[in-house]
């Protein structure tokens, strides 16, 4: 008699960075069998992001429906924090300490200002301060500082920390993890139906989700009309120690727009200070240089002169995954049963509480919800827009 493959997964995730981890736990919580594929879970670009929740202070013109995503999870985070935390005992370093987007010059404060009429007609808080008023907030800015904008809502996580829990979750909810590399999508009658791994193993699912970040496009197996258009942008990023003696050196995430380049300067409250970033379209290419390190010191000195007493403790480069509109891939694609969770941006770590929720519901009931609709991967191909997938059998 003809024996078909056991099934043993309803779902299959394809990278275990955040986005992963939080799709598989999620969907692991509707009760779907999920397991994990990635051989360092919890690694990735979190591992480098600075972890910013800035909605209000990175919004940018024509990108307003990615800001109602963005807010849609902003507004998650801190019922999603206490969930994780209370699942896991695991801290997170969520702070709700807002954000002060700073100019230094005539040039920075046209910039800051165009950005605070974008924020207002979006029917978003920001309040402008002079330099005074910036440096009775912040003694630790630069005499030179000339405006800037005080957005109260816009907090801080720390990514690594994020990660870890987020992989204790996952475990705990029975989330089977594969610590390997997926060599190939496996499809079958034109359907996606598993995984190949590095070890020969085949693992066979109802459903696949590639949430691999910026190797998302790179994966075998996938039909090229299934287009996963994600491109690595890549980030360097510093990390400075505040001594105790030194603290409070900052109490919330400054940031400015200096000569065209963003400076942030995000203050953990165990003392770590995280200076970013660079945006460089290199490719793969992941060095830290001399001269990523060299604009990103000069700038943040220029904003806050005393950091340069600060111990410099780390340099990392990651690589933010880019699709062609800036905005994530959340959804099925043309092939049935593959989704994709991948081209978060610059917004990986903000629409990270949002990314789970669309990604357990289009498991469970095939329905991308409302927010979730206008980024069907399904946009770049010129297939129909269907945004409803065939029920999982
Ligand atoms: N969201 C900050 C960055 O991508 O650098």
Not at 71 to 89: K, M, N, Q, W
Not at 173 to 202: I, K, P, Q, S
Request: aromatic share 4%.
């Amino acid at each position: 008699m003809h024996t078909y493959p056991r099934k043993p997964y309803d779902v299959l995730v394809v990278g275990g960075g955040i986005i992963g981890l939080v799709t598989a736990w999620r969907a692991a919580g509707r009760g779907l069998r999920t397991a994990l594929i990635d051989p360092e879970p919890g690694g990735g670009a979190a591992r480098v992001a600075a972890g910013m929740l800035a909605a209000v202070t990175e919004l940018h013109y024509g990108e307003q429906t990615l800001l109602g995503l963005n807010l849609a999870s902003a507004r998650r985070y801190p019922d999603f924090v206490a969930e994780l935390e209370e699942a896991t005992g695991l801290g997170t370093g969520y702070r709700a300490c807002g954000t002060l987007a700073v100019a230094l010059d005539a040039d920075d404060r046209a910039h800051l200002r165009d950005l605070h009429a974008l924020q207002r007609q979006s029917g978003l808080e920001s309040e402008w301060l002079s330099g005074r008023e910036c440096r009775r907030l912040e003694p630790m800015l630069a005499p030179g500082v000339r405006g800037g904008l005080r957005v109260d809502g816009d907090h801080q996580i720390d990514p690594r920390r994020l990660a870890a829990a987020l992989l204790t979750a996952c475990e705990r909810a029975g989330v089977t993890v594969h610590r390997t590399t997926v060599t190939a999508l496996r499809v079958v009658r034109d359907r996606a139906a598993g995984a190949l791994l590095a070890d020969g193993t085949e693992l066979v699912a109802d459903q696949v989700v590639l949430a691999a970040g910026s190797l998302s496009g790179q994966l075998a197996g996938v039909p090229d009309e299934v287009l996963v258009p994600v491109r690595p942008v890549k980030g360097q990023v510093l990390r400075l120690t505040v001594p105790p003696a030194y603290a409070p050196f900052l109490s919330r995430t400054v940031r400015a727009v200096v000569r065209g380049s963003h400076v942030y300067l995000v203050p953990r409250e165990n003392g770590e200070l995280v200076v970013g970033a660079t945006t460089e379209e290199l490719g793969w290419d992941t060095t830290v240089t001399a001269g990523g390190v060299y604009e990103l010191l000069r700038d943040a000195h220029e904003l806050v002169p005393g950091i340069t007493e600060l111990p410099l403790t780390e340099t990392r480069a990651g690589l933010r995954p880019a699709s062609p509109d800036n905005a994530p891939l959340l959804g099925p694609t043309a092939l049935p049963g593959l989704h994709l969770a991948t081209g978060h941006y610059r917004n990986g770590v903000l629409l990270t509480p949002i990314t789970g929720e669309v990604m357990a519901e289009v498991l469970t009931t095939g329905e991308l919800i409302h927010e979730a609709r206008p980024f069907t991967p399904r946009r770049f191909t010129s297939l129909p827009a269907d945004v409803r997938e065939e029920q999982p059998a």
